[in-house]
């Protein structure tokens, strides 16, 4: 029986509320499976660490990281704790640079059951991902911006062949399998400025290089500002979506916002020798401490992360204990039993997760 290997970053603000029901809900789903272990080593990274030790990533964490099989991380960073130049702390970003993690998978579905957003429309339809290049664009100049005189700022934009051709391909395989899984044709748009900077043609000219290379999924392009606005009048449009990082960072926020906010927005920053899981949302400091942060996006991403092992070790019931975890989430959103204050109900995080993990165990 296989043993994964899981480095747990629980972080800042509502990170350990959200992580510890996430861990709940894994070892439910693990039980549930049978078959496979999990091991989980609990490590320290974030704003809070900072103040301890003076490194938001220490090497132990970073050795962790390494050795694990898969990371999951809650949240990092702090409003009041920053760097002397006045930035935040954002060792999640470090890790995407450290261990090369270039594509930031954000799947966005609307559940039955979640207050509709939009309501013109069919929520159902609202089903696509947002593949974020995730180590090169504007944060490539990480820490390393100008600011002259106190009258000039300045931070570089990096756009490179290696860094396109990776993410398109990720993006590219990834509309793949969800046009087997659905039974339909994929495609994947990408989203880009092409025509005011040199370096987003580029982006586009390698994109439409590596589309030749899937002729089984469609490939086309949007201006990123048109893409927000479609992306909110008509999202059943969308299948994926790529985009640099910035642009990526940005829709990934549009996205939940569809479905009924960031509690319900899982993500994988996916390398080719490790990948981390987390909810999109941050620390939310604003609601940290008080037992109500919505831990159903860090629950989804402990799901992909279990989906990704099962892929790489071609091991049937880890992927099965994902879906388990899917389908647990998707049947109590329908039948109203999941809802926290963020989508109009009452229920906290802890009794979110324990639900979650009951249904889980009672053979959901
Ligand atoms: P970051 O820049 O790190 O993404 P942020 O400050 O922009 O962080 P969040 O921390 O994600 O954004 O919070 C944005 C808003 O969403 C806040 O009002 C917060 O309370 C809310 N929010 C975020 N995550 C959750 C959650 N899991 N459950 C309920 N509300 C949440």
Known sequence: MRTYQIAVLPGDGIGPEVIA???????????????????????????????????PLP????????????ILLGAMGLPDVRWPDGTEMVPQIELRFVLDLYAGIRPIRWYPGVPAVLAQKQPEQVD?????????????????????????????????????????RAAFGWARRRAQE???????????KANVFRSMAFFRK?????????????ADHEYVDACAMKLVRQPERFDVLVAENLFGDILSDLGPGLIGGLGLAPSADIGDAAAVFQPTHGTAPDIAGQGIANPLATILSAAMMLEWLGDRHADARVAGAGRRI?????????????????????FTTEQIGARVAGAIAGGA
Do not use: N
């Open 21 to 55: 029901e996430g861990l709940r809900v894994l070892e439910a789903a693990a039980r549930a499976e049978g078959g496979f272990g999990l091991k989980t080593d609990t490590l320290a990274a974030g704003a809070q660490e900072y103040l301890w030790s003076g490194k």
């Open 59 to 70: 090497d132990r964490t970073l050795d962790g990281c390494r050795a694990a099989d898969a």
């Open 128 to 168: 696509f991902v947002v593949v974020r290049e995730s180590t090169e664009g504007m944060f490539a100049s990480l820490g390393g911006g100008v600011v002259l005189r106190d009258e000039v700022a300045t931070d570089q934009q990096v756009i490179t062949r290696k860094g396109t051709e990776r993410v398109c």
């Open 182 to 192: 659905r039974g339909r044709a994929g495609r994947v748009t990408c989203v880009d």
């Open 206 to 218: 390698v994109f439409y290089e590596v589309a030749a290379e899937f002729p089984d999924v469609a």
């Open 326 to 346: 899917h389908h647990a989430v998707e049947q109590g959103l329908a039948a109203g039993g999941l809802r926290g204050p963020d989508l109009g109900g009452e």
